[in-house]
């Protein structure tokens, strides 16, 4: 069989970038906006992993939360929570023990990544929520310190380079936090990242594919990602 690398400036772009992409683990991330999962399907179709809404500001707990973090649990995917923040709802340690309480805390089990802190544009005319970059940085501290202290691990920070860019200014504070960017594109990176990570640790790719949700990788292997859910 011919190396894959060879092979790959034979393939059209787009092919070859989702061979390129499926040479890290898959995941999928979903919420109740996809409420008819088939988890053994999906487990079959390659996926390794999967993040689930679970909380969003300090009001709403996801319907379907329990359900798909069973189901998928059921046929061996390793997984997470993620909070929908609302900075300018309220502290981010409140928002961190919300989530905490109601499907975001985590053990060191193998199968349970840390939870996700989703980060990303707010109402139209309000992409910052109203927070200078400063008062932006110091919400998303008080909502890792937070987390941190209670379950020993940082949150993972889902974001957009650009959204990071106006909104925290840049901030390179968060280094220990892994990093799931969000770029979609058909290029084999996610390209440019926010200031302090010098790589992502989760990509999400696409808003559509051969699977239910959101469409993720992970920047490793297997034994990488149990890692992160050992501890």
């Known amino acids: 069989m011919k190396s894959l690398h060879l092979l790959l400036p ?5 092919l070859a970038a989702t061979i390129e992409k499926r040479a890290n683990l898959q995941g999928i991330d979903v919420s109740h906006f996809q409420p008819n999962v088939d988890w053994a399907k999906v487990k079959a179709n390659g996926i390794s992993f999967a993040f689930v809404k679970a909380t969003d500001g300090t009001t709403f707990k996801d319907p379907l939360f329990s359900s798909h973090y069973t ?3 059921n046929v061996g ?20 023990t919300f989530f905490l309480a109601h499907g975001g805390e985590w053990s060191g089990d193998g199968i349970t990544l840390p939870g996700a802190v989703d980060l990303e544009p707010g109402p139209k005319g309000h992409t910052c929520y109203d927070l200078s970059p400063a008062a932006m940085v110091s919400w998303i501290k008080d ?10 691990r940082f949150p993972v920070i889902y974001t957009s380079t650009s959204w990071w860019k106006e909104c925290t200014g840049n901030s390179a504070a968060f280094a220990s936090n892994p990093l799931w960017i969000t770029h979609f594109t058909t290029a084999t990176s996610p390209g440019e990242l926010p200031a302090g990570w010098p790589t992502f640790t989760f990509w999400q790719f696409s808003e559509t594919g051969p699977n239910p949700g959101d469409q993720d990788n992970f920047n490793g292997d297997l034994v990488g990602l149990k890692k992160i859910a050992t501890g």
């Open 77 to 96: 995917l390793i997984r997470g929570a993620y909070h929908f923040a609302r900075p300018d709802a309220s502290s981010g340690a409140a928002q961190a």
């Open 143 to 152: 909502f890792s310190d937070t987390y941190h202290a209670k379950t020993t």
């Open 10 to 14: 034979l393939l059209p772009l787009a």
């Open 71 to 73: 189901d998928a649990t």
